[in-house]
């Protein structure tokens, strides 16, 4: 069983910086794609990153350059460092895992809250 467990969000105020956790087990960390997705009150999920098994690593255009998401392989562990906070990156942040392309995993979410 694939189990996610995200952690770091809080109340943090604009222009800030939080970084969020998610630990992976049930599965072989290395193999899956992870990815951070957010989803703000009234809206959909939306995409924040993904980082690919080789490293590689893609971002949602709003979280450019204030964003960074990284892995560690060893600890079975994906994070998000965020930073220049807006109020407008409030939502409930989800991990994602992905195995074979298609199967994925979701963690249950951490709130973030950036006061203006």
């Known amino acids: 069983q694939v189990q996610l467990v995200e952690s770091g969000g809080g109340l943090v105020q604009a222009g800030g910086s939080l970084r969020l956790s998610c630990a992976v087990s049930?599965?072989?960390?290395?193999?899956?794609?992870m990815s951070w997705f957010r989803q703000a009150p009234g809206r959909e999920r939306d995409f924040v990153a993904h980082?690919?098994?080789?490293?590689?690593?893609y971002y949602g255009d709003s979280v450019k350059g204030r964003f960074s998401i990284s892995r560690d392989n060893a600890k079975n562990t994906v994070y998000l460092q965020m930073n220049s906070l807006k109020p407008e990156d409030t939502g409930v942040y989800y991990c994602?895992?992905?195995?074979?392309?298609?199967?994925?995993?979701w963690g249950q979410g951490t709130q973030v809250t950036v006061s203006s």
């Open positions: 980082i690919m098994r080789s490293g590689g690593i």
């Open positions: 994602r895992a992905t195995e074979n392309g298609s199967s994925h995993y």
């Open positions: 049930g599965r072989t960390f290395s193999t899956l794609v």
